[in-house]
């Protein structure tokens, strides 16, 4: 493996270097590299220099010109306006840079970040005994897309999938499963996922109309919700059933997702249940938590309700139950003292945003959360239909994730259908690509737009083959692989003493930039970064193509091998930025 310099990089460091050599006081002070229209690239931080020390700006970047190298990497730079540096790099850096990610396999020269740390990500945690939404959909697409990413650059990562698998309802349904103790028992073989959640709806409302028509269903259903609290053995082997029968639901939209779910990962609201009383004995003992009307609270000088009284986070309400408060502050001890994380990220809707800044202004007061061990929430925004109102059926009910799934598909499945005899696919293809075009369509619909904006959920537009589409990219990808099938005996190879033609220096430098937007991305979280990056690489590769012919008419040997070298090393770039964003790239489509 070996990490390869990126052309900003390169003339980053021999601007700065210059720079320094030029106004020894700006010590080691910013150029603010760009990419430019004008040039390759423009430097604009000279200015900003000069003013600070009191120099004249051109001079100061005429005196900066002097001083830098040209020569391997840069072909040209001069002083433009009142004291920019426009930069232009030689078509030859250009190749060897891209020869050396081409021949970095599927790292493509991206580096490792230098003080990798641990991080553990709470993302895809539906709620046992409960239909999956979209809002569930977005914590695992996004999730899983931070996941592939800061693994790629390195960083350590611990998934962590906090199910909501606790709470005073299953003592309804636990309590209802005791009555009527085969309703969840299965007739051998396999269950489906679909089976799993038409049992587990059927048993709740069988339950709930127990619950509100039987007073004295409803005496027992309480007393079972205490007897679960103290983990009563028969009582815990029954909750432990719907925690199954929901999994087996969970993994089934997963594995429709296309998404690995590890079991061991599954650390639910209950998995903490041991640690609760700790946790509040903790806060109240440091002083974090006091009590208030029985109840044991976190007070905060910012957090007012509407008629300015204070809301405070309860730890532990006033009849001694725990909430949903005290399982994340007891999940925060446990990932920050057991699993020695340095982050913690959250995906989880916006909605909880007031949760979490409670919880993490907690943990720091405890000393949980410092300067080192950090928590962040990367919220995401609601989920609209496409008349830009939250995502409700016609009835006003939440849409099943399960159907949207589904319909994404057979919507998918058309569009290859429509393509699939100009291409050869068999009707297995057909069926397999469609699924990776519509599961593609909807993951990249929610990560091409930044996470904590509103997005409207548009299934015309998201298989459409034009615009910022993951359809579009998959078929610029398949593109480029048919090439190769017409290539005959050419090969891809990499001719460095080649000049280029301006769309090819164009793709050039952006396939260059990889590794920088990799590392932007990573480090903001920001996955709709990625997806810009790709969209904008397919654009470039569009133009590129139409310019400069690669197969026919003809080129000379050397051309026609160079342009297959960019070819190729643009598919692996696509293919490995859309892998990293969870969304497949079928070799023919
Ligand atoms: N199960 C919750 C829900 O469906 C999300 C859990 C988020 N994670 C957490 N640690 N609180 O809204």
Same mark, same amino acid.
């Given at each position: 493996?070996?990490?390869?310099?990126?052309?900003?990089?390169?003339?980053?460091?021999?601007?700065?270097?210059?720079?320094?050599?030029?106004?020894?006081?700006?010590?080691?002070?910013? !150029?603010?590299?760009?990419?430019?229209?004008?040039?390759?690239?423009?430097?604009?931080?000279?200015?900003?220099?000069?003013?600070?020390?009191?120099?004249?700006?051109?001079?100061?970047?005429?005196?900066?010109?002097?001083?830098?190298?040209?020569?391997?990497?840069?072909?040209?730079?001069?002083?433009?306006?009142?004291?920019?540096?426009?930069?232009?790099?030689?078509?030859?850096?250009?190749?060897?840079?891209?020869?050396?990610?081409?021949?970095?396999?599927?790292?493509?020269?991206?580096?490792?970040?230098?003080?990798?740390?641990?991080?553990?990500?709470?993302?895809?945690?539906?709620?046992?005994?409960?239909?999956?939404?979209?809002?569930?959909?977005?914590?695992?697409?996004?999730?899983?897309?931070?996941?592939? %990413?800061?693994?790629?650059?390195?960083?350590?990562?611990?998934?962590?999938?906090?199910?909501?698998?606790?709470?005073?309802?299953?003592?309804?349904?636990?309590?209802?499963? %005791?009555?009527? !103790?085969?309703?969840?028992?299965?007739?051998?073989?396999?269950?489906?996922?679909?089976?799993?959640?038409?049992?587990?709806?059927?048993?709740?409302?069988?339950?709930?109309?127990? *619950?509100?028509?039987?007073?004295?269903?409803?005496?027992?259903?309480?007393?079972?919700?205490?007897?679960?609290?103290?983990?009563? !053995?028969?009582?815990?082997?029954?909750?432990?059933?719907?925690?199954?029968?929901?999994?087996?639901?969970?993994?089934?939209?997963?594995?429709?997702?296309?998404m690995e779910i590890r079991d061991p990962d599954v650390v639910g609201e209950s998995g903490y249940n041991d640690m609760l009383d700790e946790t509040?004995?903790?806060?109240?003992?440091?002083?974090?938590?006091?009590?208030?009307?029985?109840?044991?609270?976190?007070?905060?000088?910012?957090?007012?309700?509407?008629?300015?009284?204070?809301?405070?986070?309860?730890?532990?309400?006033?009849?001694?139950?725990?909430?949903?408060?005290?399982?994340?502050?007891?999940?925060?001890?446990?990932?920050?003292?057991?699993?020695?994380?340095?982050?913690?990220?959250?995906?989880?809707?916006?909605?909880?945003?007031?949760?979490?800044?409670?919880?993490?202004?907690?943990?720091?007061?405890?000393?949980?959360?410092?300067?080192?061990?950090?928590?962040?929430?990367?919220?995401?925004?609601?989920?609209?239909?496409?008349?830009?109102?939250?995502?409700?059926?016609?009835?006003?009910?939440?849409?099943?994730?399960?159907?949207?799934?589904?319909?994404?598909?057979?919507?998918?499945?058309?569009?290859?259908?429509?393509?699939?005899?100009?291409?050869?696919?068999?009707?297995?293809?057909?069926?397999?690509?469609?699924?990776?075009?519509?599961?593609?369509?909807?993951?990249?619909?929610?990560?091409?737009?930044?996470?904590?904006?509103?997005?409207? *959920?548009?299934?015309?537009?998201?298989?459409?083959?034009?615009?910022?589409?993951?359809?579009?990219?998959?078929?610029?990808?398949?593109?480029?692989?048919?090439?190769?099938?017409?290539?005959?005996?050419?090969?891809?190879?990499?001719?460095?003493?080649?000049?280029?033609?301006?769309?090819?220096?164009?793709?050039?430098?952006?396939?260059?930039?990889f590794a920088e937007t990799l590392e932007e991305v990573a480090a903001e979280y920001a996955p709709h970064k990625l997806a810009a990056y790709l969209?904008?690489?397919?654009?470039?590769?569009?133009?590129?193509?139409?310019?400069?012919?690669?197969?026919? !008419?003809?080129?000379?040997?050397?051309?026609?091998?160079?342009?297959?070298?960019?070819?190729?090393?643009?598919?692996?770039?696509?293919?490995?930025g859309m892998a990293l964003l969870g969304i497949r790239t079928p070799e023919r489509l």
């Amino acid at each position: 493996m070996a990490s390869v310099t990126s052309l900003t990089a390169s003339v980053h460091q021999r601007l700065a270097d210059a720079l320094t050599a030029a106004l020894p006081e700006a010590g080691s002070a910013d !150029p603010l590299l760009r990419r430019s229209d004008r040039a390759d690239f423009q430097a604009n931080g000279i200015l900003a220099l000069a003013k600070k020390a009191k120099a004249n700006p051109r001079e100061l970047a005429t005196q900066v010109v002097a001083r830098v190298e040209s020569g391997e990497v840069i072909k040209d730079i001069e002083v433009s306006g009142p004291g920019f540096l426009n930069i232009t790099i030689t078509d030859r850096a250009i190749t060897e840079n891209l020869a050396a990610r081409y021949a970095d396999g599927e790292r493509l020269g991206v580096p490792l970040v230098e003080h990798p740390g641990t991080t553990v990500i709470d993302y895809a945690q539906p709620n046992v005994a409960k239909e999956m939404h979209v809002g569930h959909l977005r914590s695992a697409v996004i999730g899983d897309a931070v996941v592939q %990413i800061l693994e790629f650059v390195g960083e350590s990562v611990v998934r962590r999938h906090h199910i909501g698998d606790w709470g005073t309802q299953f003592g309804m349904l636990i309590q209802y499963l %005791i009555e009527h !103790p085969h309703e969840l028992d299965h007739q051998g073989g396999e269950v489906s996922g679909e089976e799993a959640m038409s049992n587990l709806n059927r048993l709740y409302k069988a339950a709930r109309t127990l *619950f509100d028509s039987d007073e004295e269903f409803k005496t027992r259903a309480r007393r079972r919700v205490v007897d679960l609290q103290a983990g009563e !053995p028969e009582t815990l082997a029954m909750w432990q059933k719907f925690v199954d029968e929901s999994k087996i639901y969970f993994y089934s939209v997963f594995e429709k997702l296309d998404m690995e779910i590890r079991d061991p990962d599954v650390v639910g609201e209950s998995g903490y249940n041991d640690m609760l009383d700790e946790t509040c004995r903790l806060l109240e003992e440091s002083g974090v938590a006091v009590r208030s009307e029985g109840a044991l609270c976190v007070f905060f000088d910012d957090i007012k309700g509407p008629e300015g009284n204070p809301v405070p986070l309860i730890v532990r309400k006033s009849d001694g139950g725990y909430g949903y408060a005290a399982t994340d502050l007891s999940a925060i001890r446990d990932r920050v003292f057991r699993l020695k994380a340095s982050t913690l990220l959250y995906v989880v809707d916006a909605r909880q945003s007031l949760h979490f800044k409670m919880v993490f202004e907690t943990a720091r007061r405890a000393g949980w959360l410092n300067d080192d061990v950090k928590a962040h929430q990367l919220a995401f925004g609601t989920v609209l239909g496409k008349d830009g109102k939250p995502f409700k059926t016609r009835e006003g009910e939440t849409i099943r994730l399960v159907d949207l799934l589904d319909e994404a598909i057979e919507r998918a499945t058309t569009v290859v259908r429509e393509k699939a005899e100009k291409v050869g696919l068999s009707e297995q293809e057909i069926v397999e690509n469609g699924r990776y075009v519509g599961i593609g369509a909807v993951k990249y619909a929610d990560l091409s737009t930044s996470a904590v904006r509103d997005y409207k *959920f548009d299934l015309d537009q998201m298989v459409s083959l034009n615009g910022d589409t993951s359809v579009y990219l998959q078929y610029a990808y398949a593109r480029i692989r048919s090439i190769f099938g017409k290539a005959g005996d050419r090969t891809a190879l990499a001719h460095p003493e080649l000049e280029l033609a301006p769309a090819e220096r164009e793709l050039g430098l952006h396939l260059d930039r990889f590794a920088e937007t990799l590392e932007e991305v990573a480090a903001e979280y920001a996955p709709h970064k990625l997806a810009a990056y790709l969209y904008q690489l397919a654009s470039l590769y569009t133009t590129f193509y139409d310019q400069c012919p690669v197969i026919k !008419p003809a080129p000379a040997q050397e051309v026609a091998e160079n342009r297959l070298f960019l070819c190729d090393l643009t598919a692996r770039t696509l293919h490995q930025g859309m892998a990293l964003l969870g969304i497949r790239t079928p070799e023919r489509l």
